[in-house]
T-cell receptor
C-alpha cells in the first residue's frame, strides 16, 4: 500500500524567509511518480511539479526548488524568499504506474501543510 | 484553453435527496478521477476511469455512491440517498494518462474548481 506523510501540519514564517515543506512516502513499486499541488484560500488545486522515481535530479523553478532522495523516500519542497502570495495549503502526492502506454493511476495525497506567510 | 469544468459549484440539499455532480474533462485527456476532500480525511480518491472504463472504485464509500462516464467528455457522480456525512468538497480531475514510456507515465492531473456539497 502506498502512503504519503506530511508531518508539518502548519508552518508560519515572515515574508522573505526560506521555508521547506517535508514529504515522506511509502511504496512497494519501483516505478512511481511524485507530485506537489498548491491549494490557495480560493480552494482550487494547482499542479506544481511531477517527478518520476528514476530521475533523482533536483529541480528549480524560480523561487521554488524540489529535493528528491530515494534513499530516504523524501521529496521536499523549498520556497526561497517567501511571499505573502505563497500562503496556501501544499499537498504532496504519489501514484504508481499502472501500465505503460495506458491510462494513469489515482493519487494518494498527504494531509497537507498549511503555509502562512506573514507580511 | 478550457480546464476541467464541474457543476454545480455549490449544492445544498436535504438528507435523503439524490445528488448528481457533473464533470467535463479537458478535451483529449483519457483519464478521469473523482476525489473527495474533508477536514477529517483530507483528499481521497473515490474512483477513476481510463478511456471511459472504471478502473478502480475501491474508494467509493458505500453503495449509495455511483459514478458513470458515458463518453469521453462527461462524467457524473451520484449519491442516493444523501446523508449529512457526505458533506464535502468533491473534485474532478483529468489527465492525458500514460505515455509510451515509463518517463511519460502518469502525467499530472488537472483539477476542476470542485463542488461544495452540504447535506442538511
Amino acid at each position: 500500500a502506498q502512503k504519503v506523510t506530511q508531518a508539518q501540519t502548519e508552518i508560519s514564517v515572515v515574508e522573505k524567509e526560506d521555508v521547506t515543506l517535508d514529504c515522506v512516502y511509502e511504496t512497494r513499486d519501483t516505478t512511481y511518480y511524485l507530485f506537489w499541488y498548491k491549494q490557495p484560500p480560493s480552494g482550487e488545486l494547482v499542479f506544481l511539479i511531477r517527478r518520476n522515481s528514476f530521475d533523482e535530479q533536483n529541480e528549480i523553478s524560480g523561487r521554488y526548488s524540489w529535493n528528491f532522495q530515494k534513499s530516504t523516500s523524501s521529496f521536499n519542497f523549498t520556497i526561497t524568499a517567501s511571499q505573502v502570495v505563497d500562503s496556501a495549503v501544499y499537498f504532496c502526492a504519489l501514484s504508481e504506474l499502472t501500465f505503460v502506454g495506458g491510462g494513469a493511476d489515482g493519487l494518494t495525497f498527504g494531509k497537507g501543510t498549511h503555509l502562512i506567510i506573514q507580511p | 484553453d478550457a480546464g476541467v469544468i464541474q457543476s454545480p459549484r455549490h449544492e445544498v440539499t436535504e438528507m435523503g435527496q439524490e445528488v448528481t455532480l457533473r464533470c467535463k474533462p479537458i478535451s483529449g485527456h483519457n483519464s478521469l478521477f473523482w476525489y473527495r476532500q474533508t477536514m477529517m480525511r483530507g483528499l481521497e480518491l473515490l474512483i477513476y476511469f481510463n478511456n471511459n472504463v472504471p478502473i478502480d472504485d475501491s474508494g467509493m464509500p458505500e453503495d449509495r455512491f455511483s459514478a458513470k462516464m458515458p463518453n469521453a467528455s462527461f462524467s457524473t457522480l451520484k449519491i442516493q440517498p444523501s446523508e449529512p456525512r457526505d458533506s464535502a468538497v468533491y473534485f474532478c480531475a483529468s489527465s492525458p494518462g500514460g505515455g509510451e514510456s515509463r518517463e511519460e507515465g502518469n502525467q499530472p492531473q488537472h483539477f476542476g474548481d470542485g463542488t461544495r456539497l452540504s447535506i442538511l
